[in-house]
Nanobody
Framework: VQLQASGGGLVQAGGSLRLSCAAS????????MGWFRQAPGKDRESVVA????????YYANSVKDRFTISRDNAKDTVYLQMNSLKPEDTAVYYC?????????????????????WGQGTQVTVSS
């Protein structure tokens, strides 16, 4: 599967952005999906994830109550709505797909579980 992320940009602290990740292939609905981010000089970290049906979600503590992941399996797209953005949210954001279908269960939040990666989109939050 190929992934194309978009929607990044420059925003002031407290603002919002919506990232999209469009997937190719007819098996999108079977893949758990995740968003990860990598800030300069830091390791890539898990931000949010969603299982294949959209019934289960994972949120990192740092983004709970601010970020929302959703998916539209009819459009082969996953979204990341980011509200109340902080300067520490500045990073390159990557969407990823896992071939390990967790079924009726929460998705994995570990990087190693994800096999397919998009190219990344820059999010910069100014103070």
């Amino acid at each position: 599967v190929q992934l194309q992320a978009s929607g990044g940009g420059l925003v002031q602290a407290g603002g919002s952005l919506r990232l999209s990740c469009a997937a190719s292939g007819r098996t999108f609905k079977t893949y758990p999906m995740g968003w990860f981010r990598q800030a300069p000089g830091k390791d890539r970290e898990s931000v949010v994830a969603i299982n294949n049906s959209g019934d289960f979600r994972y949120y990192a503590n740092s983004v709970k109550d601010r970020f929302t992941i959703s998916r539209d399996n009819a459009k082969d797209t996953v979204y990341l709505q980011m509200n109340s953005l902080k300067p520490e949210d500045t990073a390159v954001y990557y969407c990823a797909a896992s071939s390990r279908n967790t079924g009726w269960a929460p998705p994995s939040a570990t990087i190693q579980a994800y096999d397919y990666w998009g190219q990344g989109t820059q999010v910069t939050v100014s103070s």
